[in-house]
């Protein structure tokens, strides 16, 4: 049974970078995808933004982020490490949410459900 | 402003049936056969439940169903138990550049 956990800090200040890490254990990282979700504090849930990671050393990551944050966020991968990771710049107190690390099932070589889930990182914003 | 709509809430006694719908549009809902559902107990990490409409991942009991028609999907609960106490979250695949959009979530009480 694959294992997430997410690790980062707890608090960054206003138009700081957010930085989150998530070890990936109990499963590989290659062939899935790996997604950044978010949930502000008593709302729903929101998807960040993925990477596909095929495991071939010769090929790049495929990504895809969410409109919204995309010239803000970066989703990465450190396969010799089993990390994922995320980083999202000039952060502001509507970033502050529960951060999941979630793996995705390829299907037909594309992403359409979220099965296994980190615990989340709470990450604050603010001064 | 949440893509998808759901009740923000729906109860029920133990032993009883309860369906929690998800309405979306002919972008998403309508258009794809890509809806999943999320459980949400308090202070917990969400948790697949139906995959494409109507797919169980191993492991979730078969009292939970699911099924689409035109713009909206369902989640039936039969058998309604404590442990359904949470909130349930569903989420479709979209033609928009988004790709994901989530519903705001219904609570479901178990009276």
């Known amino acids: 049974q694959v294992q997430l956990q997410e690790s980062g800090p707890g608090l960054v200040k206003p138009s700081g970078t957010l930085s989150l890490t998530c070890t990936v254990s109990g499963g590989s990282i290659s062939r899935y995808f790996w997604t950044w979700i978010r949930q502000p504090p008593g709302k729903g849930l929101e998807w960040t933004g993925h990477?596909?990671?095929?495991?071939?050393?010769?090929?790049?990551?495929?990504?895809h982020y969410s409109p919204s944050l995309k010239s803000r966020v970066t989703i990465s991968l450190d396969a010799s490490k089993n990390q994922v990771s995320l980083r999202l710049t000039s952060v502001t107190a509507a970033d502050t949410a529960v951060y999941y690390c979630?793996?995705?099932?390829?299907?037909?070589?594309?992403?359409?459900?979220?099965?296994?889930w980190g615990r989340g990182s709470l990450v604050t914003v603010s001064s | 402003q949440s893509a998808l709509t759901q009740a923000a809430s729906v109860s029920g006694f133990p032993g009883q049936s309860i369906t929690i719908s998800c309405t979306g549009s002919?972008?998403?809902?309508?258009?794809?056969?890509?809806v999943s559902w999320y459980r949400q107990h308090p202070g917990k990490a969400p948790e697949l439940i139906i995959s494409d409409v109507t797919n169980r991942p191993s492991g979730v009991p078969d009292r939970f169903s699911g099924s689409k028609s035109a713009n909206t999907a369902s989640l039936t609960i039969s058998g309604l138990q404590a442990e359904d106490e949470a909130v349930y979250y569903c989420c479709s695949y979209t033609s928009s550049s988004t790709l994901y959009v989530f519903g705001a979530g219904t609570s479901v009480t178990v009276l």
């Open positions: 990477l596909y990671y095929s495991g071939y050393t010769d090929s790049s990551p495929s990504l």
């Open positions: 979630v793996r995705g099932s390829p299907a037909g070589g594309d992403l359409y459900y979220f099965d296994s």
């Open positions: 002919s972008s998403d809902v309508g258009r794809y056969n890509y």
